[in-house]
């Protein structure tokens, strides 16, 4: 027996992205109408990467002990061995954070947003208690210890915060799809 040519066959409504678990309910009219889980927004593996990336280059900061340091007409600058540990210090700080915490980005973890914040924090600290204990690349000299390190600060500030919202940027979307872990 062949079916009838012209009664209505039903359709299948796919709503959204393609998935492997497709979740279907009817429509008023008696049709399928699939409705497919939302995706995880991209938004934390970038900034993971990203995370990742700055923590790699921070190693860097960690060898920049060992360069001199010049002022602005070009004469070497001793620099106290405190002032240095406190920068290499700042560097490890900042290169160990946030390369575990983009990790965690990765991986979709609430914890490596906060992790990263923490680190950015700490280096920011450690960053200006090694400026306060000589090692401002001669800025001191030049604009007078308090002008110095008064620019220092609100430029530290500045740019750590910037760097602490774009951090924020996947616990700020609607898909970000970061779990509910927390640091502490």
């Not at 774009?166 to 502490?184: E, H, W, Y």
Request: glycine content about 14%; aromatic content about 8%.
């Amino acid at each position: 027996m062949q079916p009838d040519p012209f009664t209505p066959q039903q359709q299948t409504v796919i709503v959204g992205q393609t998935s492997a678990v497709p979740v279907a309910t009817m429509d008023p009219y008696g049709n399928p109408v699939v409705y497919l889980p939302q995706e995880r927004s991209s938004g934390a593996k970038v900034l993971g990467v990203l995370c990742i990336i700055l923590g790699v280059f921070s190693i860097i900061g960690i060898l920049a002990i060992f360069l001199p340091q010049y002022d602005m007409d070009g004469n070497v600058i001793e620099v106290p061995m405190i002032a240095m540990l406190l920068s290499a210090l700042s560097s490890a700080v900042m290169a160990g954070t946030f390369i575990v915490g983009g990790a965690w980005l990765l991986d979709y973890k609430r914890r490596g947003v906060h992790l990263c914040w923490l680190g950015l924090i700490a280096g920011s600290v450690l960053s200006l208690a090694s400026y306060a204990a000589g090692g401002d690349g001669g800025m001191g000299s030049a604009l007078g210890e308090e002008t110095g390190f008064a620019i220092a600060f609100v430029t530290t500030l500045i740019c750590n915060g910037i760097c602490g919202l774009i951090i924020a940027i996947p616990m700020m979307s609607a898909t970000g799809g970061l779990d509910d872990s927390r640091l502490f």
